[in-house]
C-alpha cells in the first residue's frame, strides 16, 4: 500500500511557554529538548482514510501506510523494531503489520468466526508468538489468543476468567500476564452497543500464560467501572485506566493502582482519590495510561474531560489536572518525560514538575486525527 508522509508544516507539537509558533515548527517546551525515537499511532486523514504510522522526533515528519479499517493500538517486536503490528479496534478483525524499514504494510491474520480483537495485543519475549485479547461473543467469554509470528497460525488460546478483555501485559517475570477484563458484553449485530450494563462485571486478573491458570483475580467495589488499559513499571507496578458505565460526574475514580506481592508485602489492587472538587471535570474516563518511574507520575488522559489527570507513583498523592482539549495518547519517551496526542493531530509535552498547560490552540484545519494511543520506540 501506498505510504503517505505528512511534512512538518503539517505538524504542529505545540507548547503554550512559547509565544510565538514558527511556521512549520515541530515545538516542544521553551527548553527546547532534543528529542529522539518515533512515536507509533493509528491515524485519520482529513477525508476519513486510516493510516498506521506514527511520528519521526528526528526529523519531524509524520509518516503512515493506508488500511482498510481503523486501528487502535499496536505491539513493536521485541527483535525486529522495524516489524510492528497494529490491531483494529473493537469490533475489528485484523491486524496490519507495518515494516518501518520498507513502509509497507500487510494485512496478517483475521480473527476466527465469532470474535473480534480489542485493539490491543502483546509479543513474547523472543517474538515468536503474539497474544492478543479477543471478544468470543458466541460464547459469552474473554480470551487471549495465541498465533505463531511465522505465518499467524493460532497455537492456543487462554481463558480470562471474564468478558471483554481490553489489554494485555508482560509481568516481569515474562510467564504471567496482566489482564484487563472490561466487563462489556457487546456483538457486531449492534456495533458498540453495551449490552449488559446492570450485570458488567470488569475484573483485573493474572494469568500463567502457560498453564492457562489465573493466579489472581481483582475486582472493585463499584462494578460499573469497565477497566480498559493498563502502563505498567519495570517492577510491575501497573497504572489502570478505567471507563465509568454510571453517572460521568459521579465516578467514583478513574484510575487504580495493581502493586504485585513483594518483600512480605500481599499484591493490592484500590482506586487512587481525588478531591471531591476535583473528580467531576474526568468524566469518568481515561482513554489511555502512562507511568513515568523517572519523573514520579501517574498521567490518565481525559479527553471528555479536556486534559490530564496526575497522580504521585510513589506515594499516590494526587498531583493536579493539565488542561489540553481532546487529549487521548499518552506516552513515556526515553528521557522519561511524557508526551500526549490531542484528537485535532496536534500533541504537548507533559510538565510533569509544574503541571502546567502546554496547549496551544491553532487555527487552521489539522490534516490528521490521532486516534487513541501512542507507543515510543527507538
Same mark, same amino acid.
Given at each position: ?51 498506521? *504510522? ?9 509518516? *503512515? ?12 517486536? &521485541? ?172 465516578? &467514583? ?10 518483600? *512480605? ?10 478531591? &471531591? ?42 498531583? *493536579?489536572?493539565? &488542561? ?55
Amino acid at each position: 500500500m501506498k505510504v503517505s508522509k505528512l511534512s512538518r508544516r503539517q505538524f504542529v507539537l505545540a507548547s503554550a511557554s512559547l509565544s510565538a509558533v514558527a511556521a512549520g515548527g515541530l515545538l516542544f517546551s521553551s527548553e527546547s529538548k532534543a528529542r529522539t525515537g518515533t512515536l507509533l499511532s493509528a491515524f485519520e486523514d482529513a477525508r476519513g482514510d486510516q493510516y498506521v *504510522g506514527g511520528l519521526s522526533l528526528e526529523d519531524e515528519q509524520v509518516f *503512515g501506510a493506508r488500511v482498510p479499517m481503523r486501528a487502535h493500538g499496536c505491539a513493536i517486536h &521485541p527483535t525486529d523494531p522495524n516489524r510492528v503490528l497494529f490491531f483494529a479496534r473493537r469490533p475489528g478483525t485484523q491486524a496490519f503489520e507495518l515494516d518501518r524499514a520498507s513502509m509497507q504494510v500487510r494485512t496478517v491474520f483475521t480473527t476466527e468466526a465469532g470474535r473480534h480483537l480489542a485493539g490491543h495485543g502483546s509479543y513474547s519475549a523472543n517474538g515468536d508468538l503474539i497474544f492478543t485479547p479477543e471478544h468470543d461473543y458466541e460464547r459469552a467469554r474473554g480470551v487471549v489468543v495465541v498465533r505463531d509470528t511465522r505465518n499467524f497460525n493460532i497455537v492456543g488460546e487462554i481463558d480470562t476468567n471474564g468478558i471483554d478483555p481490553h489489554e494485555v501485559a508482560w509481568m516481569p517475570d515474562r510467564r504471567s500476564l496482566l489482564v484487563a477484563n472490561g466487563g462489556i458484553m457487546t456483538h457486531p449485530r449492534t456495533f458498540r452497543r453495551k449490552l449488559n450494563i446492570p450485570t458488567m462485571d470488569p475484573s483485573l486478573c493474572v494469568i500463567d500464560a502457560a498453564s492457562g491458570e489465573c493466579k489472581e483475580q481483582w475486582r472493585l467495589p463499584d462494578h460499573l467501572l469497565s477497566i480498559r488499559h493498563v502502563s505498567m513499571t519495570s517492577g510491575g507496578t501497573t497504572a489502570v485506566g478505567l471507563q465509568y458505565e454510571g453517572e460521568k460526574e459521579q465516578a &467514583p475514580g478513574i484510575v487504580a493502582l495493581y502493586r504485585p506481592a513483594e518483600s *512480605g508485602k500481599q499484591a493490592q489492587f484500590r482506586l487512587l482519590t481525588a478531591p &471531591p472538587e476535583e473528580t467531576p471535570r474526568f468524566q469518568g474516563y481515561v482513554a489511555s495510561v502512562a507511568i513515568s518511574e523517572a519523573h514520579d507520575v501517574i498521567a490518565a488522559a481525559c479527553p471528555y474531560g479536556g486534559g490530564v489527570a496526575c497522580w504521585s507513583l510513589r506515594d499516590e498523592r494526587y498531583l *493536579g489536572f493539565i &488542561p489540553a482539549s481532546e487529549t487521548y495518547g499518552l506516552s513515556r519517551v526515553a528521557d522519561g518525560s511524557i508526551v500526549a496526542s490531542q484528537r485535532d493531530g496536534t500533541a504537548y509535552d507533559v510538565d510533569e514538575s509544574r503541571l502546567r498547560s502546554h496547549f496551544l490552540k491553532i487555527a487552521s484545519k489539522q490534516p490528521i486525527r490521532w486516534d487513541d494511543h501512542w507507543v515510543a520506540t527507538a
